[in-house]
């Protein structure tokens, strides 16, 4: 038996990670993100994000908007989505919001952030400061070993084979209860490969999700939904995922690259309320 949480946990000096589950996510402890991080803090931070693919940072105050954008810019240039309201004044910052008049709440079906877009979001960074007495979790499933469970035979069929990623059918009209008018709005559509090789680790991971993904080229449309089909099973097979249950301030920390996520909105009519920022990410290969 190989000891998985072993095999990705690094050593870090000036964090603590504590392993959420053995596939995927860690708790992490010892950094107060109201403040600035130190260098030798963001180089732990930035392995233990490719170790663990999702961070939950603990203990943690209410972040102020300018200390949140200026982490997310640690990391990158920041994304701007192509479709949500952003926080007055603050337009690097995609307000998470749902009451009892909301129609939809953000995130309830599994997608990897905006992977309509050429460039996908690297990573995405969500601080929780309202949330509902129970419920209101977030799942997270792991990309790599969605890829790595496939049979040799599938690997195969896939590796090399692109599909559609498309956005209109989620985007459009879907922020209008918040304000926002997107009648003139072009909605992204971009083609991916199927598995894409993770940029810094090198590890293979499976990128097709059930919100974006609409078919896979060269392939008939019944081959397509049903090659697809398979996929997004594997996806969100329950072996891949954990779920977290916020408290007040956590700040999760995701790669959209290798993992995906599902908001479960199970607190109607009560309030649910974060803040996003996004980084940007590279084109899929
Ligand atoms: C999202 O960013 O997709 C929503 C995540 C959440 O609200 O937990």
Request: charged share 25%.
């Amino acid at each position: 038996m190989v000891n998985l949480v072993k095999l990705r946990d690094h050593n870090y000096k000036f964090i603590s990670a504590k392993p959420f589950a053995p596939n995927l996510g860690a708790e992490v402890y010892g950094v107060d993100l109201s403040k600035p991080v130190s260098a030798a803090q963001f180089g732990d931070i930035s392995q233990a994000f490719l170790d663990h693919q999702v961070l939950f940072f603990k203990n943690q105050k209410e972040i102020p908007p300018d200390v949140h954008i200026a982490f997310g810019r640690k990391f990158g240039e920041l994304h701007a989505h192509p479709a949500a309201p952003t926080m007055e004044g603050y337009p690097e910052i995609f307000e998470i919001h749902a009451d009892k008049d909301s129609k939809i709440a953000n995130g309830e079906f599994w997608h990897s952030d905006v992977s309509c877009d050429e460039e996908p979001p690297l990573g995405t960074m969500l601080q929780i400061h309202l949330a509902p007495l129970c419920g209101g979790d977030t799942m997270f499933s792991d990309m790599y070993s969605a890829y790595d469970a496939l049979s040799t035979p599938i690997k195969r069929l896939i590796n090399g084979l692109t599909a559609v990623h498309e956005s209109e059918h989620i985007y459009k009209g879907r922020y209008a209860d918040r304000g926002v008018n997107d009648t003139n709005y072009i909605f992204p559509t971009a083609v991916h490969p199927i598995v894409r090789t993770h940029p810094e680790t090198g590890k293979k991971a499976l990128f097709v999700n059930r919100t974006f993904t609409t078919r896979i080229n060269g392939l008939s449309h019944e081959e397509s939904d049903s090659i697809l089909q398979l996929l997004f099973d594997q996806a969100e097979h329950i072996s891949h995922q954990i779920r977290f249950s916020w408290s007040i301030n956590d700040l999760a920390f995701w790669d959209n690259r290798c993992c995906m996520h599902r908001a479960i909105w199970d607190y109607w009519p009560e309030q649910r309320k974060g803040r996003r920022v996004t980084i940007k990410g590279d084109r899929p290969k």
